[in-house]
């Protein structure tokens, strides 16, 4: 199962406001009292599991403290749910959504409880890792991007909330703007980096619903891997290349020939280093082959998804160098940020 704790010191949530919340705006089963919980995972918006008797459901709110513009959208995640969940099975139902700060301390969202268990560095003790689970795991994971990108956004909500003309061009240009916002350190390689990026960028020809953060920690699975039941975390969806959306999990997808500092930036290696899952150039092969595409300049996209993933670590550090998070995981995020940033500038030269 994903990892549940209790929650972390600092991130409480008002049990009595919230199940007061509750009685009030959604139909419950059970009078019995609300028991809060915390998803482990994850590194931005905070994630909790809501329990009353045996209704559950999940509550999605901001990061503590001040947050970059535009980020940590809940409204606009919620709309993305609502717009997507019966299009793509995958999606969980949204339920409720609330502007109303004095409740969680921030806008929140309140959604359906998807079941499975996670990948990341280990696996469940529901299976015992094979070649051929690997293999099946990398399979299920393209075909569902693949299928992801079959739907039609114009059925969406989407339309409204998405531009996908000129999309990579305010990517590129706007995550180069977060970085400039969150800077704690001098890196001397990013002047190279950005403007590599900025002199390169593609023209988009094709736009598609994108999830922007598909990685294997963000979906769910049955206890034997042999079916996908659920994928999280869409803050980051919109319309726009389908390739972004490629390059994203490429840059998540890590081989055992990596360096060591660039498997180990969250800690563990996770997974994909080991025998039998695809090698990145795999993944792009079945991809390709699947969806029809022209990949050859994937390597751009797989070059500003490392910055862009560099950019997202140092948002994070940036909150926790000025106080505004206590989480000792991210202490080490300033080093992997590095990491990225020169992985990131590696991987265009050497493509």
């Not at 609330?98 to 969680?104: A, G, P, Q, Y």
């Not at 094979?130 to 293999?135: F, G, M, P, T, Y």
């Not at 290349?241 to 180990?264: F, H, I, R, T």
Request: hydrophobic fraction near 35%.
């Amino acid at each position: 199962m994903a990892q549940i704790i209790p929650v972390r010191k600092g991130e409480e949530l008002d049990t009595k406001k919230l199940e007061q919340f509750l009685q009030e705006n959604v139909s419950l089963p059970s009078s019995d009292h609300l028991v809060i919980e915390q998803f482990g995972t994850g590194a931005s918006n905070l994630t909790y599991t809501l329990k009353i008797g045996e209704w559950e459901a999940v509550l999605r709110r901001p990061p503590l403290g001040p947050v970059a513009p535009k980020a940590h959208d809940m409204e606009r995640e919620y709309r993305i749910l609502h717009s997507l969940h019966s299009l793509f099975p995958y999606v969980p139902k949204p339920y409720i959504f609330s502007d109303n700060s004095s409740i969680v301390g921030a806008p929140f969202f309140i959604m359906e409880r998807k079941y499975g268990v996670t990948l990341d560095t280990e696996f469940p003790a529901t299976v015992e890792e094979s070649i051929r689970i690997n293999q099946h795991v990398s399979e299920l994971m393209v075909d569902t991007l693949v299928s992801l990108h079959e739907v039609d956004y114009k059925k969406t909500e989407l339309v409204n909330i998405s531009k996908p003309d000129g999309f990579m061009e305010r990517q590129v240009h706007g995550w180069i703007q977060r970085y400039e916002r969150s800077k704690t350190d001098e890196i001397n390689e990013v002047d190279m980096l950005v403007k590599w990026l900025a002199s390169r960028i593609p023209v988009n020809t094709e736009a598609t619903v994108i999830h922007y953060d598909y990685k294997l920690n963000n979906v769910l699975f049955t206890p034997d891997l042999n079916e996908m039941t659920g994928v999280f975390d869409w803050e980051m969806a919109t319309v726009g290349d389908p390739l972004a959306d490629l390059g994203v999990v490429l840059g998540y997808w890590m081989e055992d020939s990596d360096p060591p500092m660039l498997k180990k930036g969250f800690g563990k290696p996770p997974v994909t280093v080991r025998d039998g899952f695809y090698s990145r150039s795999e993944f792009i092969e079945r991809y390709a082959k699947k969806s029809n595409r022209d990949v050859s300049n994937i390597s751009y996209y797989e070059t500003f998804a490392y910055f862009k993933l560099a950019v997202i670590c140092q948002q994070i550090y940036y909150r926790y160098k000025k106080g505004q998070t206590n989480d000792k995981r991210f202490e080490h995020f300033g080093t992997f940020v590095r990491t990225l940033i020169g992985h990131a500038l590696e991987t265009s030269i050497r493509k």
